[in-house]
């Protein structure tokens, strides 16, 4: 069954525009939405809606360092329950969905994933290509308005920034 993936994203930021690197701190994400790499389902991600903060976590299947990440993901998560929403984007080649799937299961990476589909020349996945998330892992914590308060692909960095806001 092919799923076609709906992905809008609007950025208020100008910074967007002028960063080769894509969207750092202090930019701001309106909206977003995909379908839900276990359900199926559209997701819309509402950051007015979730709890104090959103964690977008992009990941892939292929990547030790994601891979090596999810232990302390968890326990990060756990620690600051009442006030993430997490969101992961797994990046993957059709081929790798079913591992990718078999991940979250093992790993308990119990949230919705908006499945990136990996393309041969990197395009096609919209989140990431707008994003220009070119490594794996990468971590964005956002506000209710949407702000990036931190983007790294240093998961200790997201601990610090929550620490400062707890």
């Given at each position: 069954m092919k799923q076609v993936l709906i992905i809008l994203l609007v950025v208020?930021?100008?910074?967007?525009?002028?960063?080769?690197?894509?969207?750092?701190?202090?930019?701001?994400?309106?909206?977003?939405?995909?379908?839900?790499?276990i359900t199926g389902k559209v997701i819309d991600v509402e950051f007015?809606?979730?709890?104090?903060?959103?964690?977008?976590?992009?990941?892939?299947?292929q990547s030790d360092s994601s891979i090596n990440d999810f232990t302390i993901l968890l326990a990060?998560?756990?620690?600051?329950?009442?006030?993430?929403?997490?969101?992961?984007?797994?990046?993957e080649t059709k081929q790798q969905v079913a591992a990718a799937k078999q991940m979250t299961v093992k790993y308990k990476l119990?949230?919705?994933?908006?499945l990136q589909y990996k393309q041969a020349d990197r395009q096609g996945a919209a989140v990431i290509d707008v994003l220009?998330?070119?490594?794996?892992?990468?971590?964005?914590?956002?506000?209710?308005e949407g702000m990036i308060l931190v983007r790294s692909n240093v998961l200790a960095d997201v601990e610090v920034v929550l620490k400062r806001l707890d």
């Open positions: 208020l930021s100008q910074k967007l525009v002028a960063q080769d690197d894509g969207p750092t701190a202090g930019s701001v994400l309106r909206s977003l939405s995909g379908v839900d790499m007015k809606l979730s709890k104090d903060y959103t964690l977008f976590h992009f990941w892939s299947s990060l998560i756990k620690q600051y329950d009442n006030k993430l929403t997490v969101y992961g984007f797994p990046y119990n949230w919705s994933h908006l220009k998330v070119n490594t794996f892992p990468t971590y964005m914590l956002l506000d209710k």
